[in-house]
């Protein structure tokens, strides 16, 4: 008997194994590193000396006007993901969970965005926001509203909310998924009751879909918060942060320290605090969702 436990137990650990080592190798080594780094400065030159500065890359990072501003773009972002994507997302959820005809068609076509590569939806954007042939200028042209034309992905402040938008038409497909895992779940017969009670659509939705759909609330806040952290592809491949680092994320941030600067020791406190907010935004978030169920 002893015998056969020992076998089960090697039989996992054998199936463990890769996973937990490539765990260890792409996650927590490189998380450890990371550390260690942000406690050194380095200029990323294989063999040079890592000279110990204690905290002042955190001083540096946290006292740096650059940073205040990349972060006050990711809430930018944040507030996009609430205020705009989660609304979308779950109506979106509710289409294609209804009873209408062509919701097949409509999965395909809202969840085609989230198919096509970044960099192909950064410059399709690109295009149509260009101030001189762009759709987008085009079209307030066409309907005598010049005065509306802008420089979208020029002006700042103008070209993180751009790019917000944009990152809510390719996301809202994905979200939409985890809205509708939730809405299926919910029992029929729940429906059926409120409807011989007597509520309307919108009663249904209040009172029954939003309520029981928290689990996917919750999902979807997390990932917002985490992602609008440590959002980078998008804002690099339409902006690059510029001009004059005024569309700045903390990602790009970072990626400009070590690669441009050379300064990987200012870049490693850089995401070590990303990390840190992350951890404590996402546990924030179970707590909150944990007490609203009780």
């Known amino acids: ?10 039989i996992i650990v ?14 927590v080594y490189p998380v450890c590193n990371t550390i260690f780094l942000s406690f050194h400065s380095w200029k990323g030159v294989y063999g040079a000396a890592k000279n110990f500065v204690g905290l002042d890359n955190y001083g540096k990072v946290l006292t740096s006007k650059s940073f205040w501003n990349a972060m006050l773009n990711s809430v930018y972002f944040m507030i996009g993901g609430f205020v705009i994507l989660m609304p979308l997302a779950f109506g979106l959820a509710l289409l294609i969970t209804s009873k209408l005809k062509g919701t097949k068609l409509m999965k395909t076509a809202f969840f085609m965005p989230v198919m096509l590569s970044t960099t192909a939806v950064a410059l399709m954007w690109v ?7 762009g759709a987008v200028n085009g079209l307030l042209r066409a309907v005598g509203l010049d005065a509306l034309c802008r420089e979208w992905l020029s002006t700042p402040t103008l070209n993180v909310w751009s ?26 017969s729940l429906y059926e009751a ?23 609330f919750k999902i979807f806040s997390v990932l917002c918060i985490t992602g609008c952290l440590k959002a980078f592809d998008l804002i690099w491949a339409m902006t690059k942060g510029g001009p004059n680092h005024s569309s700045e994320t903390p ?43 009780i």
């Open 251 to 293: 990602a790009t941030l970072l990626y400009n320290e070590a690669f441009t600067f050379k300064s990987f020791g200012k870049s490693s406190a850089i995401g070590v605090v990303l990390l840190v907010m992350g951890v404590v935004l996402s546990l924030m978030l179970n707590r909150m969702f944990k007490k609203e169920e």
């Open 163 to 188: 790019v917000v938008l944009v990152n809510e038409w390719m996301y809202a497909g994905y979200n939409m998924l985890i809205f509708a895992a939730g809405l299926v779940a919910i029992p029929d």
């Open 127 to 133: 295009y149509i926001l260009n101030p001189s042939y």
């Open 194 to 216: 409120a409807e011989i009670d007597g509520c309307t659509k919108w009663k249904k939705v209040r009172h029954i879909a939003i309520p029981l759909s928290k689990e996917s």
């Open 14 to 27: 054998t199936f463990l194994l890769p996973a937990l080592l490539l765990f260890f190798g792409l996650i």
């Open 1 to 10: 008997m002893r015998h056969r436990k020992i076998n089960e137990k090697i």
